[in-house]
């Protein structure tokens, strides 16, 4: 079936250091994936931070990237350098084109140290 | 000015007792849906619409109810709620051909 894995949380790292959240998918059923990633700040909706709708495409946003692998079903959200305000839950997505459904990871739950 | 509009934001229940969630949007989108978030769990579907009028199953409906009196709104319905039903609920709005949803900031119910 449709499905989206990522890394589990709480993920803490230190202001200024890298990051890489790993996502990977699997789509049986939708023919043209499409790729997000979306964030929820505290006491926030979830809103999008980017998206990707054709492989070996990387999108970006806020300094965050993610490239959407196709041979590896893989969307990994990358930043080099990470900021307090970035702390958040982070969520993989996967939807195709007018699909009416969106699959989404478990999020990960980050943690940015002052 | 935020587009997907939820009330309440918070709201405490008592087992068998009917619980209505509101959903409002401007987007002017077709599709609206209803999900619940709980630890562990990805957002998992419980009812979505494609407009006024429909509502369609999505993956955990059981134990709860749907309206779509219009394009704007799209509520969500517990009739008898249960302590398993406490969870964050999430309202979005979307539209064929963007693939992505457009999200309320969340309501936290909790049943007693």
């Known amino acids: 079936g449709d499905s989206v894995t990522q890394t589990e949380g709480p993920v803490t790292v230190s202001e200024s250091e890298s990051l890489i959240i790993n996502c990977t998918y699997s789509?049986?059923?939708?023919?043209?994936?499409?790729l997000f990633w979306y964030v929820r700040y505290p006491g926030e909706g979830l809103q999008l931070l980017l998206k990707v709708i054709t492989a070996g495409q990387k999108g970006s946003s806020r300094g965050f990237e993610a490239t959407y692998n196709k041979e590896t079903t893989s969307f990994h959200l990358q930043k080099a350098s990470v900021q307090e305000s970035d702390s958040a839950v982070y969520y993989c997505?996967?939807?195709?084109?007018?699909?009416?459904?969106?699959?989404f990871g478990k999020g990960t739950h980050l943690h940015v140290l002052p | 000015e935020a587009a997907v509009t939820q009330s309440p934001r918070n709201k405490v229940a008592v087992t068998g007792g009917k619980v209505t969630l509101s959903c409002n949007q401007t987007n002017n989108h077709n599709n609206m849906y209803w999900y619940r978030q709980d630890t562990g769990h990805g957002l998992r579907l419980i009812h979505y619409s494609y407009g006024a009028g429909s509502t369609e199953k999505g993956d955990i409906p059981d134990g709860y109810k749907a309206s779509r009196p219009s394009q704007e709104n799209f509520s969500l319905i517990l009739e008898l709620a249960t302590p398993s039903q406490t969870s964050v609920y999430f309202c979005?709005?979307?539209?064929?051909?963007?693939?992505?949803?457009?999200f309320g900031p969340g309501t936290r119910l909790t049943v007693l």
């Open positions: 979005a709005s979307g539209d064929a051909g963007l693939a992505e949803q457009f």
């Open positions: 997505a996967l939807g195709g084109t007018n699909a009416y459904k969106v699959i």
């Open positions: 789509a049986t059923s939708i023919a043209y994936p499409n």
